[in-house]
C-alpha cells in the first residue's frame, strides 16, 4: 500500500547560475507543497503502514530549516532549485523514513518535481 504526507512551506531563494537577466536570479519566494509518498504493508495490528504523527516528527526538523529561511543559506543547497531541494530533502528524511516512496514538490501550483531517489 501506498501512503502519503502533504507539507508547506515559505522560502525564498535565488538562483546563482542561471543567465544574468533571467528573473530567477533575483531573490524571490514560493510557498513550496510537498507530498512524501511511503510504501508499504498495514501492520496487523495497528491497521496501518505507519503513523502520520511519526511521518509529522520526523519532518518537523526538516521543514523548520526551509520555512521562512533563505534556501541558499542552508549548506548543500547553494543553488536551491526544485530538483536540487527535492533530493536535499530526500537524503534528509530517507534514513529516517526506509519506506519512502518518491517525493513530489511544487514550488507553484503548476510546476514542480517528482523525485523517487537513485
Sequence with gaps: ????????????HFLP????????RE??????????????????????VVDFGDIKKIMRPVIDM???HLLNDIPGLKNP???????WIWN???PQLP?????????TPTSGVIYEGI
Excluded at 500500500?1 to 525564498?12: E, H, L, P, Q, T
Excluded at 547560475?17 to 530567477?24: E, I, Q, S
Excluded at 532549485?81 to 533530493?87: S, V, W
Excluded at 519506506?99 to 514550488?107: P, T, V, Y
Aim: charged share 30%.
Design 17 to 24: 547560475n542561471v543567465p544574468d537577466g533571467h528573473k530567477c
Design 92 to 94: 534528509k528524511v530517507k
Design 27 to 48: 531573490m524571490h519566494g514560493h510557498t513550496y507543497h510537498l507530498t512524501l509518498y511511503l510504501e508499504g504493508a498495514v501492520r496487523e495490528h495497528e491497521g496501518w
Design 81 to 87: 532549485t526544485a530538483e536540487l531541494l527535492a533530493i
Design 1 to 12: 500500500m501506498i501512503i502519503y504526507k502533504k507539507f508547506s512551506f515559505d522560502s525564498a
Design 99 to 107: 519506506m519512502l516512496k518518491k517525493i513530489e514538490l511544487k514550488e
Design 66 to 68: 526551509l520555512d521562512h
